[in-house]
């Protein structure tokens, strides 16, 4: 079945350090994938998305892009800030495949300190 | 607020006994989607309705689970029996049917602690 394996965290960095969290994934056919965010006491929110190979998503200084060849999404900041602190989860999504549901990765606690 | 309401947001109960959650989703939204996470993990697909239907459910979703969605709007998740495993944060999700690559909306969620 599909599935989603994100590195293993927490990830800790100081301010303005460059950021990257692995996700790679399994899926038959081409998904669409997603980084989600969720802020403490917050619900998950989309940071981005991609929906075919090569895609480049991007917000808020996030990027990622999906690579096919490589089964990956990967999530990059230049320059985090202590704002970013939050639990990120890679999500793919397969059409029409139980409705569209989304796969989610375990997740990974990054914090920012000042 | 036009966002996915749920309530309650916490909700802590003896084990053996019965809850009942509920999930408001964006109002033009056709399709409703409940997840489970537990502490550490991502969420989990429960369940899902394309306006009242319930078209899928998960093999995580045992007989004590129920779902409705009446009149495919609001949607209602019960739990009998509770026990000690059931102790979860359970998300609801709103989004439009049938567009690659369309974005689920969640909710605050409900946190659920059995006893």
């Known amino acids: 079945g599909d599935s989603v394996t994100q590195m293993e965290g927490p990830v800790t960095l100081s301010e303005e350090a460059f950021l990257t969290i692995n996700c790679t994934y399994t899926a038959t056919g081409y998904p669409s994938l997603f980084w989600y965010v969720q802020y403490p006491g917050e619900g998950l929110q989309l940071l981005l998305k991609?929906?075919?190979?090569?895609d480049k998503g991007s917000n808020k200084g996030f990027e990622a892009t999906y690579r096919k060849e490589t089964t990956s999404f990967h999530l990059e900041k230049g320059s985090v800030q202590v704002s970013d602190s939050a639990v990120y989860f890679c999500a793919l999504q397969a059409h029409e495949v139980s409705g569209s549901r989304l796969t989610f990765g375990e997740g990974t606690q990054l914090t920012v300190n000042p | 607020d036009t966002g996915v309401s749920q309530d309650p947001r916490h909700k802590i109960t003896k084990r053996g006994q019965n809850v009942t959650f509920r999930c408001d989703p964006i109002?033009?939204?056709?399709?409703l989607y409940w997840y489970r996470q537990t502490l550490g993990q991502g969420p989990e697909f429960l369940t899902y309705f394309q306006n009242e239907a319930q078209l899928e459910k998960s093999r995580l979703l045992s007989d004590r689970f129920s779902a409705e969605r009446p009149k495919g709007s609001f949607s209602t998740l019960e739990i009998q029996r509770t026990e000690q495993g059931d102790s979860a944060m359970y998300l609801c999700?709103?989004?439009?049917?049938?567009?690659?690559?369309?974005?689920?909306?969640f909710g605050p969620g409900t946190r659920l602690t059995v006893t």
């Open positions: 109002s033009e939204h056709n399709r």
């Open positions: 991609a929906t075919k190979a090569d």
């Open positions: 999700a709103s989004s439009l049917a049938g567009l690659a690559g369309y974005e689920q909306y």
